[in-house]
């Protein structure tokens, strides 16, 4: 077991073992693994890869989470689709390189690893746990596949007991493959997510086993209502103390003659902890006979709430207890399982809208698909924190988890740090949008999916939202609204507790056919000037922005004459950083505010996208090299565009936000108008050309939304120097003023950590961000020069972004040309507690060192 790495350290286990003296206790029921290193991969079709004597002594030895495409080459060959885009108003097929990331993701691929378990025998069970496999996962043990699971997004297990081998020595073989023309968006490749293995003794309580509620939530007190299932072994009976035994009754064929012998008495201790061990209720339940799940209900008094500004939780920790009714012995622990939850209750009103905790809100949301930029589709829990960092930084308060089931350690982190979250399930239907897509599975695995989604998700606080899909094209075929009903009628009977939403595009057909108004939520994509025909028309009183903006950019660059536009190209392939240039089907993000701030009944938005993602790079997905998104608040490398600022001005109330744009190093256009905006939540601002006022602007309702949400001047003419706002509170007192200069030569590279203090777990990262400036300190915008980086000490390079989407160096390599004199490299710690340093140089550039620490966390 030593190659293992134990996941929980079980802190109170122990001691609330020995406190119920009475009993006797193994303090280690259940084990739970995470299964990330020693693992073998190879590309290609192997059809002996899953037997146990196959070598794959020559294979690559990786670690899991692990992506096999995100290290390219890119190449525009890669999952080239040509394809007529119906949802994107596209009149003929059309070939799109760069659709699905031009990585090589396609094709098939095989993991292979040891799974010693030298102390397992009668009387355990083992389970393999999958967070998410890119896809098609065959699951082989021993040369005998155990499962299979098509659906790349979803988590899923099997139990494994019975291909296991007697003397511990057993062989894991995973077969994974990628279908072309399967995807919108990169979707990543190979065992992308966690791969845990659980070891329980067999009277346990199975993966996903428990369902928490809170039916009443008040200032005094809430009340919790724990379901646990229970499972025993084939022919063992669960009885009750002092109640008959019915075995006559029972249809198991194990029973019969001495089958007293078979009747297990259980019962499951319950503590609710708070977040620093403080029991605050207890419940101990005998099982009732026959029944395999246990119902228990909890008084909290004066619960602390969750929130997304106060994401408090608690812990159900329950444990088993089994004892044979015959035998004179005393009850063992069997089983110790934990359900992490919060306190909170919400409400979707007509008319009112939501509420959480009796407050009104509207969610400050955006969409994100899964992919973390240059660290491909592979999940890291300190990647996936700091964007939730950034977005709490802009103020969001929800996640649109698009168009999938998410990594589950997303999940925990938006209960921890406060986000609400949509679950959504697909993209797809019926009705392929894509020809490989999961319309091919839809019959067969819609019902186990959505099964799947809500056990996994249904006991976290963040989650209040189910998505049976987004934009599927059974909005308008035939049947569609019966598939909806079907969709949403599982979701109910898993979880009666949260509303179902889909994302609808086609307004027409799915207002008038009864798909809208069947949904608990309705959410609609890009449509705000038709939010109020759809609140005519539809029952349910409110709806959600659940797609919006769309809105394209290219961080840091700026195009003239400024113009609002739709499907604006140009010959470079990026887009202007003006914020006035969206898709057909989309808006500006001010188009949206408008209708946010005047429908009293409208839910909130979820903007496309909070980060740059891999694929889709539209208005350029038929323009080689364009191979990432250009919708992001944030780019590729997740450093903020202009559009930050506009989004954080709206939604984070706690901080000023004044942002001057464009930048003001523009030699050549001396003399031609060159507009100034400020995003800004001050009503007004004047603004200095090299000390000239150009007037004092202020923001007003009229028939441009932008004057409603922007500050701007028009009329500038650029001359170098700099520009300088002060801005100007409601009662006119001037409050905060930004200014930007004009760049000169490149002179050094400066480094900015986001975090200088890892964990030195091997996972933990920090963003290091890399800023080409002048003598002065002045970000040089049109910096180009390729850095090259060089990581000693306590940890390694692990990949570098610059959020160019026509870039094509690949992520992993210590070098990549800035992007409009920016890029972000990603330092990951070792092991090994210590100072790492990151340096960066560049010929022509004082070149620059930082250091970080990592150190062990305290470990339990
Ligand atoms: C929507 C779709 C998203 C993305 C977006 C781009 O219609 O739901 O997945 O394609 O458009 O604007």
Redo the contacts with the bound molecule.
């Keep these: 077991m030593k190659d293992f790495i134990a996941r929980y350290a079980r802190r109170g286990m122990l001691a609330g073992a020995l406190l119920a003296s009475s009993l006797a206790a193994t303090a280690q029921a259940r084990r739970e693994y995470l299964l990330t290193s020693d693992w073998k991969f190879a590309l290609g079709d192997l059809p002996d890869a899953a037997r146990p004597e196959f070598s794959d002594a020559k294979w690559q030895t990786v670690q899991v989470p692990h992506d096999w495409a995100i290290y390219g080459p890119f190449d525009s060959r890669n999952d080239l689709q040509k394809v007529r885009i119906e949802?994107n108003n596209e009149k003929e097929a059309k070939t799109k390189a760069g659709r699905t990331g031009g990585l090589p993701f396609i094709g098939t691929g095989w993991y292979r690893r040891r799974l010693e378990l030298p102390q397992f025998g009668p009387g355990k069970r083992a389970v393999l746990l999958f967070d998410g496999a890119m896809s098609n996962a065959h699951v082989f043990v021993n040369g005998r596949e155990v499962g299979y699971w098509p659906y790349g997004y979803n988590s899923f297990s099997f139990d494994i007991t019975d291909f296991l081998r007697p003397d511990g020595r057993n062989t894991l073989a995973v077969r994974l493959q990628n279908q072309p023309e399967s995807s919108?968006?990169y979707p990543g490749a190979g065992l992308y997510r966690n791969v845990h293995l659980i070891v329980t003794d067999d009277v346990y309580i199975p993966v996903w086993g428990t369902y928490l509620t809170t039916p009443e939530v008040t200032a005094d007190y809430a009340r919790v209502k724990l379901a646990t299932e229970v499972a025993v072994p084939p022919g063992r009976l669960i009885g009750r103390k002092g109640a008959e035994i019915d075995v006559k009754g029972s249809h198991d064929e194990h029973i019969g003659r001495g089958a007293m012998k078979k009747v297990l008495f259980l019962r499951l201790d319950t503590d609710i902890q708070t977040a620093d061990g403080q029991v605050v209720a207890t419940s101990s339940t005998p099982l009732e006979s026959g029944l395999p799940v246990c119902e228990q209900a909890f008084t909290i008094l004066q619960p602390q709430l969750w929130s997304p500004e106060t994401p408090t939780l608690y812990t159900a920790v329950s444990r088993l207890y089994v004892k044979d009714a015959r035998a004179d012995t005393a009850f063992r622990l069997t089983d110790e399982y934990q359900t992490r939850f919060g306190i909170r209750s919400f409400k979707f009103e007509p008319e009112k809208g939501f509420s959480l905790n009796g407050q009104p809100r509207r969610f400050k949301g955006v969409c994100n698909h899964h992919d973390l930029g240059p660290l491909g589709a592979a999940v890291n829990t300190a990647a996936l924190r700091r964007q939730l960092t950034l977005l709490k930084e802009l103020g969001a308060d929800a996640i649109r988890t698009?168009?999938n089931m998410p990594a589950p350690e997303l999940v925990s982190l938006a209960d921890e740090m406060g986000f609400m979250l949509i679950v959504e399930a697909f993209?797809e239907w019926k009705t392929p949008k894509v020809k490989n897509g999961y319309s091919q599975y839809f019959d067969e695995w819609s019902e186990k999916d959505v099964v799947n989604m809500v056990r996994r998700d249904r006991n976290h606080p963040s989650v209040v939202l189910w998505s049976i899909g987004?934009?599927v094209p059974d909005q308008w075929a035939p049947g569609g609204t019966k598939l909806a009903r079907r969709l949403q009628d599982i979701v109910h009977r898993e979880d009666p507790t949260r509303p179902v939403t889909a994302?609808m595009?086609q307004f027409d057909a799915a207002v008038s056919n009864g798909f809208a108004a069947l949904l608990d939520v309705p959410g609609f994509?890009?449509k705000p000037h038709r939010y109020a025909e759809a609140y005519g028309k539809l029952p349910q009183g409110m709806l959600m922005g659940s797609?919006t903006a769309?809105t394209v950019s290219s961080r840091g660059v700026y195009k003239f004459p400024v113009v609002k536009a739709k499907d604006k190209q140009y010959p470079d392939n990026q887009s202007s950083s003006y914020d006035l240039e969206a898709?057909n089907?989309?808006q500006t993000p001010d188009e949206e505010f408008v209708m946010q701030d005047d429908l009293p009944y409208n839910l909130g938005e979820f903007v496309?996208t909070g980060f740059d993602y891999l694929g889709?790079p539209?208005p350029y997905d038929e323009k080689w090299p364009s191979h990432s998104s250009y919708?992001g608040i944030f780019d590729l490398a997740g450093i903020p565009k202009d559009r930050y600022y506009l989004y954080r001005a709206r939604w984070n109330a706690n901080k000023p936000t004044l942002h001057l744009l464009p930048h003001w190093t523009w030699p050549g256009r001396e003399g031609q108008t060159t507009p100034v905006f400020a995003y800004t939540n001050y009503p007004s601002a004047e603004l200095f050309v090299n000390g000239v006022s150009q007037g004092r602007q202020t923001k007003a309702s009229s028939d441009q939304p932008q004057t409603r949400y922007r500050l701007m001047w028009n009329e500038v003419k650029y001359q170098p120097g700099s520009i300088k706002v002060v801005a100007y509170d409601a009662a006119g007192k001037a409050v905060a003023e930004e200014e930007v200069r004009t760049a000169g030569k490149p002179h050094h590279i400066r480094l900015v950590a986001d975090r200088t203090n890892l964990a030195a777990d091997g996972q933990d990262l920090a963003y290091v961000t890399a800023r080409i400036e002048d003598a002065q300190g002045n970000l040089c915008p049109e910096a180009t020069s390729q850095l090259q980086f060089k990581v000693s000490g306590a940890g390694r390079f692990r990949a570098v972004a610059n959020g160019d989407a026509t870039n094509l160096e690949v992520f992993h390599q210590p070098r990549m040309k800035a992007f409009q004199g920016m890029l972000a490299a990603i330092v990951q710690a070792s092991e090994q507690a210590g100072e790492v340093q990151l340096k960066a140089t560049a010929p022509g550039l004082k070149g620059a060192t930082i250091t970080l620490q990592t150190q062990k966390k305290a470990v339990d």
């Design positions: 949802q919108r968006w698009t168009h993209d987004n934009e994302g595009d994509n890009y797609e769309s898709s089907w989309s496309w889709e539209w919708f």
